[in-house]
């Protein structure tokens, strides 16, 4: 593909101490992609994605937003930079003591100078967009898991990004709220033609998500394909994961002792 990717974890190598997290990471991410990067649970995937965002530095290797180099940008530009980047997070992560409204106004009142009116109309279109209309005075309390979740998208689409980073974003969730979740990210990168990097280990969600999907294990990224091809991989690994079976390489081999807890 000789397209720029949006984004290139280019020979990443991360390492705390003397505890190596990522080992000779390659993975180009193209605009209209929805990757789902896989890998068992405290194995670097969300490292990943702190890399990305400029909040991590790697040890070795280049993180490059388009032409740029993130871990050379200065505060300003990096600031910049993650105004085109939404972020959702595991357990949503809204400030408790905001209510909804404020929660949603809180990036762009940070990194972009609007007037009120004018956020304020931004944060009813958002809401509407991910079913959530009428909740601007509404505290996080106030609601349940699933809600939250989408709130947590709507703020993530306040600055009207061109990638979104989704981090395990059907944790926590009951199986029918886990799909409306997964289909209202499918509906929202279509919509926008936004690039989304999603990170999970849940393999139904992953399946209905994916235009492409990346296995890290061990600190590498051991395969790189299509859903249809990775859900015929031959890699052992791969198919243990992705088969749920409990003989393979995975149970013979405990998670590699470098890798972050």
């Given at each position: 593909m000789s397209e720029t990717p949006l984004v290139h974890l280019e020979n990443i190598i991360l390492r705390f101490g003397e505890k190596t997290v990522l080992d000779g990471i390659d993975l180009k991410v193209f605009s209209g992609d929805r990757l789902?990067?896989?890998?068992?649970?405290?194995?670097?995937?969300?490292?990943?994605?702190?890399?990305?965002?400029?909040?991590?530095?790697?040890?070795?290797?280049?993180?490059?937003?388009?032409?740029?180099?993130?871990?050379?940008?200065?505060?300003s530009k990096l600031n910049l930079l993650r105004s085109r980047v939404g972020m959702v997070y595991q357990y949503s992560a809204l400030i408790s003591s905001m209510t909804v409204r404020e929660n949603l106004a809180l990036p762009v009142e940070e990194?972009?100078?609007?007037?009120?009116?004018?956020?304020?109309?931004?944060?009813a279109e958002k809401l509407e967009i991910v079913g959530m209309s009428g909740t601007e005075e509404k505290m996080p309390s106030e609601l349940s898991g699933g809600m939250r979740k989408r709130v947590s998208l709507a703020r993530a689409l306040m600055m009207q990004p061109e990638l979104i980073l989704f981090d395990e974003p059907t944790a926590g969730?009951?199986?029918?709220?886990?799909?409306?979740?997964?289909?209202?990210?499918?509906?929202?990168?279509?919509?926008?033609?936004?690039?989304?990097?999603v990170v999970t280990h849940e393999m139904e969600s992953a399946f209905r998500v994916a235009t492409r999907m990346a296995m890290l294990y061990q600190g590498r990224i051991i395969e790189d394909a299509t859903p249809e091809r990775f859900r015929v991989s031959k890699n052992p690994v791969v198919h243990q994961f992705v088969t749920g079976e409990t003989e393979g390489p995975i149970t013979e081999t405990p998670l590699n002792a470098d890798s972050p807890k």
């Amino acid at each position: 593909m000789s397209e720029t990717p949006l984004v290139h974890l280019e020979n990443i190598i991360l390492r705390f101490g003397e505890k190596t997290v990522l080992d000779g990471i390659d993975l180009k991410v193209f605009s209209g992609d929805r990757l789902v990067i896989l890998g068992q649970s405290g194995g670097g995937k969300s490292t990943m994605l702190r890399l990305i965002l400029g909040i991590l530095k790697p040890t070795k290797g280049v993180v490059r937003y388009r032409h740029l180099q993130v871990q050379r940008l200065s505060r300003s530009k990096l600031n910049l930079l993650r105004s085109r980047v939404g972020m959702v997070y595991q357990y949503s992560a809204l400030i408790s003591s905001m209510t909804v409204r404020e929660n949603l106004a809180l990036p762009v009142e940070e990194l972009r100078r609007k007037p009120r009116k004018e956020i304020d109309a931004l944060i009813a279109e958002k809401l509407e967009i991910v079913g959530m209309s009428g909740t601007e005075e509404k505290m996080p309390s106030e609601l349940s898991g699933g809600m939250r979740k989408r709130v947590s998208l709507a703020r993530a689409l306040m600055m009207q990004p061109e990638l979104i980073l989704f981090d395990e974003p059907t944790a926590g969730l009951d199986p029918v709220i886990s799909s409306v979740i997964d289909e209202l990210i499918i509906s929202l990168t279509e919509k926008t033609s936004t690039t989304s990097i999603v990170v999970t280990h849940e393999m139904e969600s992953a399946f209905r998500v994916a235009t492409r999907m990346a296995m890290l294990y061990q600190g590498r990224i051991i395969e790189d394909a299509t859903p249809e091809r990775f859900r015929v991989s031959k890699n052992p690994v791969v198919h243990q994961f992705v088969t749920g079976e409990t003989e393979g390489p995975i149970t013979e081999t405990p998670l590699n002792a470098d890798s972050p807890k």
